[in-house]
Each structure stands twice: as structure tokens, then as C-alpha cells.
């Protein structure tokens, strides 16, 4: 084995540090801190300062003004328009639920309103035909025997009164049957009388010894109240006209367009209701 011969000892070098330089730093270069500035560089000045320590030239800042109360005009409107949307819509709501209600549902919601028909009694069921004069449970009549001849109920006005026996007759043919008490002003006959002139299934006279000013009759129903202007009397109308007839089908036309009492003094009997 071969032993290699060991070479002359090697000193470390060592670095001469300058005592201005800072341990561990790399000298300064000559020239001082100017040299090792950019090339082109200008250096920082001071800003001079201006009022209020701002820059020279520099505008003030204006306050803005908060205004303390409030613009209730659109907040108003946007109110109004919520509430008109409301109320398009609850009166969708209510048109819908109405749509779907029966009229006999309908006329029981009418203030006021009286549905004989409810009572069974005998003497309003009644529909047999007969002649001369009848005696009948209300006051006018709303149902019972009648007169085999209908009154005339095509819209016709009635300045006299007219027969119970022949008006009876047009309730179950679905007309409705418009009275007033006698002496009624002349502006409110004419009034109900607008209602009635022209329209089938409605006909219309004064009553004597009425206990309320106006009084409206269909078959089996009956409303009092005491003056023209009367909203319910627009809502008898139209829910029970032709509704409340008990016999489909009858006409109004063709009928006695006399006034007064009936003129046959017989009571003969002929069964069944119909024309």
C-alpha cells in the first residue's frame, strides 16, 4: 500500500476590514451619498407650506350641507301606489269569491233581506191556480195561489194598484215586483221607476198601507227599506230577478195590464202553477 505525501499546510486568507465601511457592509463608494444618486435625479425639496398647513395653490375643501329633513313627496307617492295596487287586487279577490256563491248564497247576504222560503210555511209555497179575490200572508205577497192570468211584468209601471192574485202569478215566472208606499215623492217613484221601465221580469206599482216606503218581492224574498236611493234595492235586482223563479222557462209578456182588483168572483180551482 502506497502512502500519498501530505503537501505544505495551507494558511487561511484573511479580509482587511476598513473601519469605516461597518461590519459586514461593502465600503461606501468615493464621492459621498451624491454619488450614489441616479443619474438625472433631482433631489427632494421641502413643500412650502400653505393656510390652514395645506400646499400652496391648493383649493379649499368645500363642506357639504346635510339637509336634516326628509323629501315626502315620493315617499307619498310610492304610499299611494301601494295602496291603489291593494286594493286592485283585494277587489280581484273579493269579484273571484263572489263569482263562485250561488245567488240564493248572494240574496242571503242582502242586509234586511226575508227568505220565506226558509219558514215552509204552506200558504207562501202554495201554486195552485185560482180565481177571484185571494187573502195572502204578507204584505205585498211573496209566493201562494194566484190568479191562472200573470201580471204583465215586461218592465211595465203601474201608477194604480194592482191585483195581488195576478202579481203573485208573475213572482213565479221569476219576476221581481218593485212597490211603494202611496204618496211616495214624485222623485223617488221616479227613481225606482228607472230601475224597472223596459227591462224584462220587472214590473212595478204603489201598495196601500205599506209599512215601509219601498218594498221588493221575488218568489219566497222580500226587502223593505225606506227610501229609492237604497243600495240593496240594485242587489235584489240582480240576484234574484229570474233567479228566484219556480218556474223555468215562463214568460213575462202576454199578461193583464189592467189595474185594480181582479174582476172574476169566482174561486175556482185549477191545480198546478205554469202559464
Partial sequence: MSMSTPGPQRTPSTVKVDSTSGQGKPPASKGGPKAGAKAGSKPAGKRPAGKGG???????????????????GPIAMVVAVVLIAAGIIG?????????????????????????YRDQHNPKIDAR????????????????????????????????????????????????VWVTYKEGLPAAQVDKLAARVQ???????????????????????YQLKVDNADDERIDE??????????????????????????????SNGTTMGGGN
Avoid at 137 to 164: F, K, L, R, S
Avoid at 166 to 173: D, K, N, P, R
Fill in 91 to 115: 277587489y280581484g279577490v273579493y269579484a273571484s269569491m263572489q263569482g263562485t256563491k250561488t245567488w240564493e248564497e248572494r240574496a242571503a247576504d242582502i242586509k234586511g233581506i226575508v227568505n
Fill in 54 to 72: 395645506g400646499g400652496k395653490g391648493r383649493k379649499p375643501v368645500t363642506p357639504v350641507k346635510v339637509n336634516g329633513g326628509r323629501n315626502w
Fill in 236 to 265: 235584489f235586482i240582480k240576484d234574484l230577478r229570474q233567479n228566484a223563479s219556480v218556474e223555468t222557462g215562463a214568460v213575462c209578456s202576454g199578461g193583464n195590464t189592467n189595474t185594480g182588483p181582479v174582476t172574476n168572483a
Fill in 198 to 220: 223596459g227591462k224584462d221580469y220587472m214590473f212595478m206599482s204603489p201598495v196601500a198601507n205599506l209599512d215601509k216606503n219601498v218594498s221588493l218581492q221575488a218568489w219566497g
Fill in 128 to 175: 195552485n191556480h185560482k180565481d177571484g179575490v185571494l187573502t195572502y200572508v204578507t204584505n205585498p205577497p211573496v209566493g201562494g195561489d194566484h190568479n191562472p192570468t200573470w201580471q204583465n211584468c215586461m218592465g211595465d209601471i203601474y201608477t194604480e194598484p194592482i191585483a195581488n192574485e195576478h202579481a203573485v202569478h208573475s213572482l213565479e215566472h221569476g219576476a
